[in-house]
Structures are given as C-alpha cells and as structure tokens.
C-alpha cells in the first residue's frame, strides 16, 4: 500500500507563488508516472501537469509557462511551482501516482488527499 501526502497549499494573493509538495510513503513499489490534478467548486477534475520518472512534463494549456513541475526520485516526491496565480486556479490540488507494486508486478493508481489553493485579494 503506497500513500501520499501533499502539502503547501494556502492563501494567496494574484500574481503570487506557491509550490505544493507530495511524498509518496510504503514499501516495495516503484514510482511511475505522477501528477497533479485539480477540482474547483461545481467542476470535473482537470489535469494540471504531469511528470515522467525519466523527467518528461506536460501541462495544461491554462497553465504553460507558470508552473512548473519536478520531482526527486530518491524521496519519492513531487513538487509544483506555481507562479503568477490567477484567481481562476483556486481549487484542491491532488496529487497523483502510477505505482508498481514490485511483488505482485501490477499497476495501481493513487491519489492524495487534496490541499486547497485559494487565490484571492
């Protein structure tokens, strides 16, 4: 069983930064692909950008160009940079992970338990 555990979410004024951070805990497992999504107030959850264990990215196109994604494969954690925020990315933030389970050899899909982000003056 593998969990994940987000933090640095928070208040925040337009034209800030925040960077949010999730740490995967267990034991034999090996991390894949992982991610963050966000759901605000009356919408679905929407991708906001994904990261590769060789380091590849990709982003939605709202938010190219403000936040970046990384993560430290030796802490089994990801990270997210946001700059520049709008009020239009005020949401819960979930972080999310494919994961090898190395004894059963199967994939299982994770998810965080959510840190809001509010943008507001």
């Known amino acids: 069983q593998v969990q994940l555990v987000e933090s640095g979410g928070g208040l925040v004024q337009p034209g800030g930064s925040l960077r949010l951070s999730c740490t995967a805990s267990?034991?034999?497992?090996?991390?894949?692909?992982m991610g963050w999504y966000r759901q605000a107030p009356g919408k679905q959850r929407e991708l906001v950008a994904t990261?590769?264990?060789?380091?590849?990215?990709n982003y939605a196109d709202s938010v190219k160009g403000r936040f970046t994604i990384s993560r430290d494969n030796a802490k089994n954690t990801v990270f997210l940079q946001m700059n520049t925020l709008e009020p239009e990315d005020t949401a819960v933030y979930y972080c999310?992970?494919?994961?090898?389970?190395?004894?059963?050899?199967?994939?299982?899909?994770?998810w965080g338990q959510g840190t809001q982000v509010t943008v507001s003056s």
């Open positions: 999310n992970a494919d994961v090898t389970d190395l004894l059963l050899r199967r994939h299982s899909t994770y």
């Open positions: 990261i590769a264990s060789g380091g590849s990215t």
């Open positions: 267990g034991s034999g497992f090996r991390l894949n692909d």
